[in-house]
């Protein structure tokens, strides 16, 4: 009892978080001096404890394995790959031989509380999706631009067909639609539309209009040249669709 007077275990970690897949490691520094018996480590406390390391148990393909090996003070471990059932709370625990011969406990630490860290977004990842939202963003407008456009120009500039409109005892006279672009007259396909009588002045968007030159049977009449027929001018405007 005198050997073992100031003997403390101090584990500075209060709470550790682990990402899975990496190493824990978990701190133990024992100071003072104590009677024979084994350092272990053990998870949980009470009847539901877990033994966690045992410098008495070799298995070389356990998880957990001194930082310090051979070290008296120094019991700090590490365990890799660090997995979700592995969260709880690790106690570092001296042991010393009991009057039986067993292992008893002597001393243990404050224990130190290991939880699962949260995944953290890397900065790179945050600049690509912050990009790829912008590019996204930038392509619907462009869709909706076109489809806006589309939708208010509607079937301009598409050919019309040919129209055919009898004019009395004149032959039937093969109208070709010639609309223009929006907000522009359309052709005047009339090549002496100046001399036509009673014409408006202003012509009307989207309007086609045709002047007919035919002869009329010949007639008598003063002050002409013998053999010069007369003309008259048949007009016809017709509103584009």
């Not at 701190?27 to 009470?46: H, T």
């Amino acid at each position: 009892a005198q050997m073992s007077q100031g003997f403390t275990l101090q584990q500075p970690q209060a709470k550790v978080p682990v990402a899975v897949g990496k190493t824990l490691t978990l701190n133990c520094i024992a100071s003072g001096i104590a009677g024979p018996g084994p350092v272990m480590w053990l998870k949980g406390w009470g009847s539901g404890n877990k033994t966690v390391y045992d410098p008495n148990i070799k298995d070389p393909s356990s998880r957990v394995t001194l930082a310090v090996p051979e070290s008296d003070i120094d019991f700090t471990i590490r365990i890799r790959n660090f997995q979700p059932d592995d969260v709880g709370t690790y106690y570092c625990v001296k042991f010393v031989k009991g009057s039986a011969g067993a292992d008893e406990v002597f001393k243990r630490g404050d224990g130190t509380e290991v939880s699962v860290q949260e995944a953290a977004l890397v900065p790179g990842m945050v600049a690509a999706a912050v990009v790829l939202c912008f590019v996204l963003l930038l392509l619907g407008f462009f869709v909706a631009l076109c489809m806006y456009r589309r939708k208010h120009q509607g079937g301009v500039g598409s050919p019309c067909p040919a129209r055919t409109v009898a004019m009395g005892s004149f032959s039937s006279v093969p109208l070709q639609c010639c609309a223009g672009t929006p907000g522009t007259p359309s052709e005047v396909l009339d090549a002496e539309s100046s001399h036509l009588p009673n014409q408006q002045n202003s012509q009307e968007e989207n309007s086609i209009h045709y002047a007919d030159l035919q002869p009329l049977p010949l007639a008598p009449r003063r002050g002409r040249s013998p053999g010069t027929a007369p003309t008259e001018y048949a007009s016809l405007r017709v509103a584009a669709k």
